[in-house]
């Protein structure tokens, strides 16, 4: 039995999903706890108000 190249591309695709689907229920919640950002700038200037900007909530 010969597959066509759209068969064969289909079955890749849907054989993908079904890999990814699986894992992505097996993980953890995304962080599962607290993150910590370390900006080696003092506090006041431009880097730290970028940090700030970028760890807001």
Not at 2 to 22: D, K, P, Y
Request: aromatic share 8%; glycine share 14%; charged share 15%.
């Amino acid at each position: 039995m010969l597959l066509t190249r759209r068969e064969a591309i289909c079955g890749f695709g849907g054989g993908l999903a079904l890999l990814s689907g699986s894992r992505a229920l097996a993980e953890a919640a995304y962080p599962s706890r607290t993150i910590k950002m370390i900006l080696p700038y003092p506090a006041g200037g431009t880097t730290d108000f970028l940090g700030r900007l970028v760890a807001s909530p």
